[in-house]
């Protein structure tokens, strides 16, 4: 399982951190076979909203090649999700199996026609942004619809990343992924698929 974090400035770290550390224990504890991940940009460098500078290795790839895709959200994808650039690129994941996000994250899913037809959600203070990009937008932590995978707020990435894990495995093995990260809020078996 190959699996591409889109990142870009002004993004807010949490948003990603959460998802990452639950996602990437799917490969640390072997229940799938050869998962590997990359950090994926259009620069080489970005900064959070925060200002934490990120080093990226992976310049505008070609996303087509990977089996999940995960976007963060953050206040600049107000305005990603009319960069053209931008959204071309997110464009090239039509085919991938998995696409997740997490809070605004969905705006941009949304711009590259992802949501289309779908249930989504996001930070509540987006509703009415991400109205336009799907079905219907649900005010729940989180949303999946086939294999589209959308989170609220800032803190949802941890509850997204373990039903995302769960979803792919069992839960138990969320459960297990809960110990790991000592977080006991998220409740195995109990999220709607």
Known sequence: MKMAFILFDGMTTLDFSGFYEAVTWLGILGVKEAVSWDFCSTKAEITDDRGLTIKIPHVYPDLSGYDLIFIPGGFSTRQLRHDPDF?????????????????T????????????????????????LLAPYCSEV???????????FTGGGVSASLDLGLFLVESLS????????????????????RMSK
Do not use: H
């Open 105 to 128: 994250g969905a705006l941009l899913l949304g711009a590259a026609g992802f949501l289309t037809d779908k249930r989504a959600t996001t930070n509540p203070s987006a509703y009415d």
């Open 138 to 148: 649900v005010k729940s932590r989180v949303v999946r619809d086939g294999n589209v």
């Open 87 to 103: 959204v071309s690129w997110v464009k090239t994941a039509c085919d991938v199996e998995i696409k997740a996000s997490v809070c």
């Open 170 to 189: 069992t839960p138990e093995v969320a459960r297990q992924v809960q110990e790991k990260m000592d977080y006991p809020y998220y409740r195995p078996g």
